[in-house]
């Protein structure tokens, strides 16, 4: 007989006494809602993707990770090279969705 699965450790304990007590109907329109929270966040159009001042933005591409963007950045340095225009970079961005803001998690430099 099977055995029902433990919730993850990082669920809150709320969520992982009161979701097992559902019905399987409330617990399929859990999961659908959840799948569109997921979609939501990680679906970021490319318009919405805004380069700040000295930034450019090279490349905009959907993952499953989020919207993966590649940008050049200025440091601000009053005499660095970026300052005439030869950015830093290119680095790797992903771009999720969290309140009303976007939240950009920096994944490090990448080859060119």
């Known amino acids: 007989m099977p055995t029902r699965p433990d919730a ?3 669920l ?3 969520l992982a006494e009161g979701v097992p007590k559902q019905d399987d109907e409330s617990l399929q329109a859990l999961q659908d809602w959840i799948n ?3 979609a939501y966040r990680r ?4 318009e919405d993707i805004d380069a700040g001042e000295d930034e450019s933005i090279e490349t ?7 919207t993966v963007v590649i940008k050049k950045v200025s440091c601000g340095k009053d005499n660095c090279k970026c300052q005439r225009g030869k950015l830093h970079g290119p680095y790797k961005y992903v771009v999720r969705r969290k309140g009303g803001s ?4 920096y994944r490090g430099p990448i080859s060119e």
């Open 60 to 66: 905009v591409k959907e993952s499953s990770e989020g």
């Open 8 to 10: 993850p450790d990082s």
């Open 12 to 14: 809150p304990q709320y």
């Open 102 to 105: 976007l939240k950009w998690d």
């Open 43 to 46: 679906d970021i159009a490319t």
């Open 36 to 38: 569109e929270l997921l």
